[in-house]
Structures are given as C-alpha cells and as structure tokens.
C-alpha cells in the first residue's frame, strides 16, 4: 500500500479536495485498496475546523462527501509516516521542509508536479475560484494516480515485504527455506525481479500445498 499525504496551508481547502477527489479515483479503477490517503496543514489556522464551504459544495457537486474530515496539522514525525507528502504549491514545501528538517528521501513534491504542466495550485481562499482549483486537482490525481500505476520508483514497501514473508513461514519444509532465502533481498529489486520473485513464490507454495488465501492480496499489487 502507497499512503499519500496531501498538505496545503490550512487543511480546508485545496489538501482534502486532492485526498477525497484522488481516493475517488483510485475507487473508480478498482485499485482504492492499493492507496491510503490523507490531508494535513502546515499552519494550525484552521485545527478542528471542517471542509471550506466552497470545497465540500464543489465536491458534493460531483458526488463526493468529505463530511466527517477535519483540519489536522503536520507533524515532524510524519515525514516518515507516509511514502509521498504533496504540497498544493511551493510555499507548502517551504513550510513542510522547514517542519521536516528538509527531504532526504526525496519524498516531497507539488502535486503538479506530477502532470505535464508542473505549476502551483491557486489557493481558492484567496481566489475564490473553486472549479478552478477543482480542475487542477482532478488534473493533479489523474496525472498521480497513472504516474503509481505505471509503477515508476515502486518498490516493494517494508510492510507489504513483511506480509508476504508471514505467508512464507506457513511452510515447513525445504520450499521454506528456498522462499526465505530467495526473500533475504527481495526489498531491493527492481520491480521486474519482484514481479518474478512473486510468481516463482507462488509457484512453489503451489507445489507445497500451501497457498494461503491472501497471496492473492499480495500478488495483485503488482498486478499479476
């Protein structure tokens, strides 16, 4: 599972329009499973306070309900909480870099950034111009959402890595040990020898008897 924490300035207005509106997409494709997304502020203006009018009137007009989300602000150890932190525009990335200390990991990006056209997204508090930052946002996630399903710097997570090796220890003989020590570097393959690594895996648990229900779960995040 990818978890993607979208982050503007008070968390009401363009940051939960890009989680509920990329969550929507992800659904649509049939892939809502594979993402956890969420939203954050940097500044703790807004803290408790529901969806902007505009955002949520927008986002009913298209028949998604943010009801029950409100402001929470960004903290320090979420840098490592979650794979991909997208700002709005660049002033969100001065601020999620002034709160994270920076981004070693390459983390950080505008959401923009991801489509043809890498450009901030207009702040609608100021604007009032809610299509407008609909249209970005939609242009946004579509542009994400494609860029994760090509796979493109995918690699296998430490938790989903884990979860697999679980189903590995069902066996108890010599298929066990082949599996274990094909895994011991699994997590640093490209994504084409974790693609085999998966389908000689299952293979084997075949001809042990022991495919456990859940290697489906697995096996479909790389889309066998």
């Not at 909480?81 to 999620?96: E, F, H, K, R, V």
């Not at 950034?113 to 996630?141: K, L, M, N, Q």
């Amino acid at each position: 599972m990818t978890r993607i924490l979208f982050v503007c300035h008070g968390n009401i207005c363009r940051s939960p329009m890009a989680e509920f509106v990329f969550r929507e997409m992800a659904e649509k494709r049939g892939m809502g499973a594979l993402f956890h997304a969420a939203s954050a502020a940097t500044s703790g203006e807004e803290l408790g306070n529901p969806v902007h009018q505009g955002t949520r009137e927008k986002l009913q007009a298209v028949g998604i309900s943010c009801a029950d989300k409100r402001a929470v602000r960004l903290r320090p150890d979420d840098y490592r909480a979650w794979d991909l932190l997208l700002g709005m525009d660049s002033y969100n990335l001065s601020n999620m870099r002034r709160i994270f200390g920076g981004d070693p990991e390459r983390r950080m990006y505008r959401l923009l950034d991801y489509s043809a056209h890498p450009r901030d997204i207009a702040d609608p508090w100021y604007t009032g111009d809610f299509d407008a930052t609909y249209a970005d946002v939609c242009e946004g996630c579509g542009a994400l959402l494609e860029h994760l399903l090509r796979g493109e710097g995918d690699e296998l997570r430490k938790d989903d890595f884990e979860f697999f090796c679980s189903l590995m220890r069902l066996s108890y003989n010599d298929k066990h040990l082949e599996l274990m020590a094909w895994a011991e570097e699994v997590a640093q393959l490209s994504r084409e020898q974790q693609r085999a690594f998966l389908t000689n895996a299952v293979r084997l648990l075949r001809e042990s008897y022991l495919l456990h229900a859940g290697l489906g779960e697995i096996s479909c995040l790389w889309g066998e």
